[in-house]
């Protein structure tokens, strides 16, 4: 159902307060499901799996990939499990490796399924047969922020050179990110908003990060839009100029764009799903190991490597939060006028 839309000077673009805004309609749209782990006394009386598949819903070398792999490799190290196989599924946001997941492993009790903003976002843009209700939510891992570059020799120097640029011709102010309706097109929107251009918008999806790089120096994007650690190699090595990242405050020595006079943050998450017709008892035991993979040495490194906010949350926490997410990104979409 299209929601009506809120006077657009009065809205504030901040997910925080979008979220706010929309808390009482998600909350009368209905309950929460019922908690997951209902059964977790089952837990302790069945030994982990020896074996468990992750399948990442993206191509390798990603974002979600990062996350899937460096999961798999905490869980192996204090022998939370016996070997992990990794499967990409790349394509639409995450939605066809999320269709792919429920089709093959709905049932499987040893199939974690990598998820996120990302993938709440491409959902709600693109109304797939298959969504997040298909699934069933074990924990939250990680935040990140959007970083917003440039070519070293743009003439864009700050957000508000930015959103200048959008204002007088956003139509070929071309900006490259990830999926269509996932976290890099909606802080796009976000500034294209604040330009008051999101009809004139000129996004361009890629696969990942390395495409955006590549897209930002062969001239074929003015502006890129990616999270950190995907351009931290071309941002030291003076290839490309970070002009803001979404956070609230500086991150990485960047300064955000809210600080620099632009009214706009948003936090990208990450974490893991099972699958419906997985038993209580065993979604306990995925939930107990993957905590226990999230206190290992190995995890803390990589998040610290990568520059990731830890972000745990499970149990009705998790659940509520993703009902709130997902009851956020359509309205989200629809007012900042994104399109597949």
Do not use: C
Not at 157 to 181: E, F, H
Not at 202 to 207: E, L, M, V
Request: hydrophobic content about 45%; cysteine-free; overall charge positive.
């Amino acid at each position: 159902m299209r929601p009506s839309s809120p006077p657009a000077a009065a809205l504030p673009l901040s997910r925080r307060r979008f979220g706010t805004w929309l808390a009482a309609s998600a909350a009368a749209a209905g309950a929460g499901q019922a908690a997951l782990w209902a059964g977790n006394a089952r837990a302790a009386d069945a030994p982990l799996s020896s074996k468990l598949r992750i399948v990442i819903p993206a191509n390798e070398g990603g974002g979600w990939d990062q996350t899937g792999r460096a999961l798999g490799a905490a869980l192996l190290a204090p022998g939370a499990v016996g070997t992990v196989t990794y499967e990409n599924i790349g394509g639409k946001g995450g939605t066809i490796g999320l269709a792919k997941y429920v089709e093959k492993y709905d049932a499987d009790p040893e199939a974690l399924l990598v998820s996120g903003m990302v993938m709440v976002g491409a959902v709600a843009l693109q109304k797939p047969a298959v969504t997040l209700a298909h699934v069933s939510p074990v924990a939250r891992l990680t935040s990140d922020y959007e970083v917003v570059a440039v070519k070293a020799d743009s003439p864009i120097k700050t957000p508000k050179d930015l959103v200048a640029q959008l204002r007088a011709d956003a139509a070929n102010t071309v900006i490259a990110g990830g999926s269509a309706g996932g976290v890099d097109h909606m802080f796009a929107g976000m500034l294209a908003r604040v330009a008051g251009a999101s009809a004139s918008l000129n996004y361009q999806p890629h696969p990942g990060g390395a495409q955006v790089v590549e897209a930002l120096e062969t001239g074929k994007a003015a502006v890129g839009i990616s999270g950190y650690s995907e351009f931290a190699e071309n941002i030291a090595n003076g290839k490309l100029r970070a002009i803001g990242v979404s956070s609230k405050h500086p991150f990485q020595g960047i300064a955000s764009v809210r600080q620099q006079g632009v009214d706009a943050d948003l936090a990208n998450w990450r974490g893991v799903m099972t699958g419906k017709k997985v038993p209580p008892y065993r979604r306990g035991q995925l939930l107990e190991a993957v905590q226990r993979a999230t206190t290992h040495d190995l995890w803390q490194k990589t998040i610290k490597r990568n520059n990731w906010d830890p972000y745990w949350m499970a149990g009705k926490d998790f659940e509520s939060f993703l009902e709130l997410d997902t009851a956020m990104a359509g309205p989200l979409i629809y007012l900042l006028k994104l399109k597949a």
